[in-house]
């Protein structure tokens, strides 16, 4: 059998953990740095990740992102 590929993710903490954080986010106002494709773009977004050119977290986007939050 071959490998198959997938998504993968990896535990970040406890559900407390993470709840704390976020609420550490609300508090002080933090918030991601995010870089956005639209989802027509996914290949290349891909290919950015993978050569290690992306500088932030890549997030697909999909219609209208006039008011999305960055």
């Given at each position: 059998m071959?490998a198959?590929?997938g998504?993968?993710?990896?535990i970040?903490?406890?559900?407390?953990?993470?709840?704390?954080?976020?609420?550490?986010?609300?508090?002080?106002?933090?918030?991601?740095?995010?870089?956005?494709?639209?989802?027509?773009?996914?290949a290349e977004?891909?290919?950015?990740m993978r050569?290690?050119?992306?500088?932030?977290?890549?997030?697909l986007?999909?219609?209208?992102?006039?008011n999305?939050?960055?």
């Amino acid at each position: 059998m071959g490998a198959e590929r997938g998504i993968i993710g990896s535990i970040t903490g406890s559900p407390f953990e993470n709840e704390k954080t976020l609420d550490f986010g609300v508090m002080t106002g933090a918030r991601p740095m995010i870089e956005t494709m639209p989802l027509e773009r996914a290949a290349e977004a891909v290919q950015k990740m993978r050569s290690d050119d992306a500088k932030f977290r890549i997030v697909l986007t999909m219609g209208d992102q006039s008011n999305a939050h960055q």
